[in-house]
């Protein structure tokens, strides 16, 4: 068996700093997708022999890094973690192709960040030491700060130093409280760990309510911050809609927080010191953020701000999914993970063409586009399908499980999402509407499609959100093992 | 008979700077490059001594001197960064005709460093630190002709004398209420100290004394200029190695001579670090000379190490202590590669002549020379704490050392430190990487190559594998507990 966790990591970073050192575009953009497709080789190879049945960790390494600290370098992949690898596994290739034909500076530094970025955010969902979970929870600001920064709009520095400042000072406290975790668990038991499972179980022990409730709000607190979840969102709209189109693909593909939630919030969240109020925080924020993110979407003149407030939308179901702890509505919440990353990928895709090729993004400037791009305004339909959620596309599945089983334990917050979906279709349609149909803008002028690379890249993932939408069980049978084992935890303590 | 043995580091060290001194005067400046090789050896064997005899335990001189894994860690601090300084500094005194004054210069500052390390009793410490520091006054005015070189060096030399005074005087007053100067006698009469007022003034004495070495605010005064104004390679060996020589004088003295007085000291101690960190962070922001940056920058470091005294724990200390030599390898290298981009710029007579360590002359630096813009990055980067460096590790350890001693406020402003620090860091990268360069590309001297390459082996080696350094950093921190 190869050691697919380490692989994984290794391969596209590897690949990164081949990248940097290419001349030309060819080379950097060749190089950058073949690494991407080992890398999605390899993914599909530990999909092939994942075992979805079991919990369990799967691909298990571990080697002794800093023993007199506790640190080692521990990576696995289980069912909360295989499907966001095979996430961003198959969007970077296509996000590769998307770009291929584009031309800018330094793409030798374009595509190593890519990839550095992939390698990082594989790090995060694997690693089982917290160490190495941080080392690269951290390693994923380089390149997206890069990405704003050098290829971004008008604000680029501005949205870039904002998004680095917010998430890197909520980093902080979030260390503070591995920190904390870390010295109580010695304390606790003699024995200094950073192994994560182990510190989850550890904290069970710990005497002080107090304590434990301080290091869940701050480790939980660096996680909402990255997803983003409302009120600690105010990085996202600048930062996704600066960076450049690939970059925004990143920022998606940035499922850390949500991760983090299910990894290491959830089974902690049943020992802090009052869970009730920790789950109706939860609740309050997910369907806050549900329900904040629609309605300022709705008000958005620029289609790129307009798709990045619908995604802290739809992250907020996977809070209040979170939040529901019912195995399937936790379930929903991480199928609504990979779901949002496949979906928004093609919004962002499709903002990026049209930000192209008619020079603006002002949704009132745009107009009857579908006769001029016609190939974009199909995707581009499946994808805006899927974002409101219609039945049959990925985005149903997950917040159909969401609404249904949070209502078990949130009614309160599920009745304020659905308010939500309401508005959700209201301005995906009307953007939709106003951009895509009706009359053409002449001022436009003589505008172009989208070029076949493109097509073939964004038509693939909506094929994918279809094949999904139809038939989840490849990624949710695996989600529903998983969940079950956490919500089984919770149960067990009369939660 | 004393068995001198224990002492081979010393020996090789002075050893060499008595030869290089000797056989200078006979040699013509051309040849006079050989030395600059000879020195480096010289402390290279040093350096392999003092590993060598890692785990030994000896007090000699009638107990004023002793060998334990605290000094030998230490000894590890300064020879480390004396390697570095004298491989750089080969290129620095390229023809020039003072080459063994320069050598033997660091090597004797090396040597009284050494002996502040294992130094277990105040007067031998006072004439040790007397003799580091009386070798770097002279070394910082090294340039003779450069008024900010010898404006730098004036200051030093001025404030330094007064601390010394100061210190002495302290440990005239320790003296007087105990009426020894062995550091364990000390210790074990210091309810003398504790219930004389004589001892709060003693340790306000002895805080100034070596808070100026430290460079803690607000004693810090001299240290922009002198590290501004010396020469690179010097302001190099006075951050990363003479700073440190405060930091285990202060270790010993009050850890363990006055301990009676922790209280007292501690309280001190969190003021300084405080003060010091978010000083040094500030004020750092707005310096558009890297040199000036790094020093403030460095007050930045020596606060967070104060930390240790704050903190008091043995992971504190041992974050404290692995967090001298982690710095000693990242502000080394960064004082190095400053030095050459100075070299490049005077050497090609364009640019900010003036203020040849501008950040202007970094514009572009990934493109001229790219490994100094390279190593430069890893050492700031090292400096602010990011995976997989030195700085990375040891800001873990201390930082994290404030939560077990449940000092969340502390851990918050140094994090909060930390994070700002990022700001002036990131910016000097920014410069080196993403501004266009103005100049050709330039050939780098050996000699540089050579100490870059050797600092930023350091720093990844502690940052990727540092349970070895880590190990030792225990073993000395057990000595103070």
């Not at chain 1, 993970?337 to 919004?347: A, C, D, K």
């Amino acid at each position: 068996m190869l050691p697919v966790a380490s692989l994984l990591i290794l391969v596209p970073l590897i690949f990164a700093a081949v990248t940097f050192f290419t001349k030309t575009k060819e080379q950097a953009a060749g190089l950058g997708f073949l690494g991407s497709l080992v890398t999605l080789g390899l993914t599909l190879y530990a999909y092939m022999n994942f075992d979805s049945s079991t919990a369990a960790m799967q691909f298990f390494e571990s080697i002794e890094w800093i023993p007199s600290l506790g640190v080692n370098y521990s990576v696995g992949i289980d069912g909360i973690s295989m499907p966001l690898i095979l996430l961003i596994s198959i969007v970077i290739p296509f996000l590769i192709l998307y770009s291929w034909k584009e031309d800018r500076e330094a793409p030798n530094r374009f595509y190593g960040l890519i990839l550095t970025m992939q390698a990082a955010v594989i790090g995060v969902f694997v690693a089982l030491d917290f160490l190495v979970f941080y080392i690269f929870w951290e390693l994923t600001l380089i390149p997206l700060f890069f990405m704003v920064n050098i290829w971004g709009g008008e604000k680029r520095v501005h949205a870039s130093y904002k998004f680095f400042i917010y998430t890197h000072v909520a980093s902080l406290v979030m260390l503070l409280g591995i920190f904390g975790l870390f010295y109580a668990s010695w304390q606790q038991t003699g024995i200094p760990t950073f192994d994560i499972r182990e510190l989850v179980t550890q904290f069970q022990f710990f005497e002080s309510s107090l304590l434990r409730d301080a290091i869940f709000l701050s480790i939980i607190f660096g996680f909402l911050a990255k997803m983003p979840a409302f009120p600690f969102h105010s990085w996202l709209p600048d930062a996704y809609s600066e960076a450049p189109t690939a970059g925004s693909v990143l920022f998606v593909l940035l499922k850390i927080g949500g991760y983090g939630l299910f990894r290491i919030s959830l089974p902690m969240l049943p020992n802090t010191g009052n869970p009730d109020l920790m789950i109706t925080m939860l609740g309050f924020l997910g369907s806050f953020s549900i329900l904040y993110g629609a309605l300022v979407a709705l008000r958005q003149k620029d289609l790129k701000r307009m798709i990045a407030y619908s995604s802290l939308s739809h992250m907020g179901f996977v809070t209040l999914g979170a939040a529901g702890l019912v195995t399937l509505s936790v379930s929903g919440a991480m199928f609504q993970q990979f779901s949002h990353g496949l979906i928004m990928s093609i919004l962002f895709m499709s903002a990026g063409a049209i930000q192209t090729s008619a020079g603006t993004r002002i949704i009132n400037n745009l107009g009857g586009l579908a006769k001029k791009m016609p190939k974009l305004t199909v995707v581009m339909m499946v994808g805006f399908m899927a974002s409101l959620g219609l039945p049959g596309l990925t985005g149903f599945i997950a917040e159909f499980l969401v609404l249904t089983f949070s209502y078990v334990n949130l009614p309160g917050f599920v009745l304020l999402a659905l308010l939500a979906i309401v508005i959700t279709a209201g301005y995906h349609l009307w953007a939709m509407q106003r951009a895509m149909f009706g009359v053409y803008n002449e001022k436009l002028g003589d505008i172009m499609d989208i070029n076949s690379l493109q097509v073939f890249s964004m038509a693939a993932i909506a094929l994918l959100v279809l094949y999904f939408g139809l038939n989840p069980s490849p990624v949710l049978n695996m989600m529903i093992t998983n969940s079950e084992a956490i919500v089984s935890l919770a149960a067990a303590l009369g939660v | 008979m004393e068995n001198l043995m224990f002492l081979a580091p010393e020996l090789a060290v002075v050893a060499t700077g008595l030869i290089v001194l000797l056989i200078g005067v006979f040699m013509s400046p051309q040849t006079k490059n050989m030395l600059g090789y000879l020195a480096t050896l010289g402390v290279l064997a040093a350096l392999a001594l003092t590993i060598q005899s890692f785990g030994t335990e000896a007090t000699m001189f009638f107990g004023t001197l002793s060998i334990d894994a605290l000094s030998q860690f230490f000894k590890l601090v300064f020879l480390a960064v004396s390697l570095i300084v004298s491989l750089a500094s080969i290129k620095y005194n390229e023809n020039s005709d003072h080459t063994e004054e320069f050598y033997s210069l660091v090597l004797f500052a090396t040597f009284g460093m050494m002996v502040v390390a294992s130094a277990n009793d105040l007067i031998l410490l006072f004439c040790a630190f007397e003799l580091a520091s009386l070798a770097t006054f002279a070394l910082a005015g090294f340039e003779k002709r450069n008024a900010r070189s010898l404006e730098g060096a004036m200051k030093y030399f001025i404030i330094g004398a007064i601390s010394s005074a100061l210190m002495l005087f302290g440990i005239s007053y320790v003296y007087g209420a105990t009426g020894t100067t062995s550091i364990p006698m000390i210790a074990e009469n210091a309810t003398l100290l504790a219930e004389n007022p004589i001892g709060l003034v003693a340790v306000v004495l002895l805080i100034a004394g070596f808070g100026f070495k430290m460079a803690l605010v607000p004693f810090h005064m001299w240290a922009p200029d002198a590290y501004q104004g010396s020469p690179s390679v010097v302001s190099s060996l006075l951050a990363a190695g003479s700073k440190k020589m405060g930091f285990v004088a202060a270790f010993r003295v009050f850890i363990v001579a006055l301990a009676a007085l922790q209280p007292d000291w501690q309280l001190a101690f969190t003021i300084l670090a405080v003060v010091t960190m978010t000083f040094g962070n500030v004020v750092a922001v707005s310096q558009t000379s890297v040199k000036r940056m790094l020093a403030y920058s460095s007050l930045a470091q020596a606060g967070y190490i104060a930390m240790a005294f704050v903190v008091m724990t043995p992971m504190a200390l041992t974050g404290g202590i692995f967090y001298t030599l982690a710095h000693a390898f990242m502000k080394a290298g960064a004082f190095i590669a400053a030095g050459a981009v100075v070299w490049m710029i005077t050497s090609q007579k364009t640019g900010n002549l003036d203020i040849p360590d501008h950040l202007d002359s970094f514009r572009g630096l990934g493109k001229r020379m790219p490994l100094a813009a390279l190593c430069m990055t890893v050492f700031v980067f090292a400096l602010a704490g990011i995976p997989p460096t030195a700085g990375f590790m040891a800001k873990l350890v201390l930082f994290s050392s404030t939560i077990q001693a449940g000092m969340t406020w502390l851990a918050v402003i140094a994090i909060l430190n930390s994070a700002l620090s990022l700001f002036y860091y990131a910016r000097l990268v920014r410069y080196m990487y993403f501004l266009p360069p103005e100049g050709k590309k330039i050939g780098m001297p050996f000699p540089y190559a050579a100490a870059l390459l050797l600092a930023v082996a350091g720093v990844l080696a502690m940052g990727i594998w540092p349970e070895p350094f880590m190990q030792w950093a225990m073993d000395a921190a057990q000595v103070l507990i």
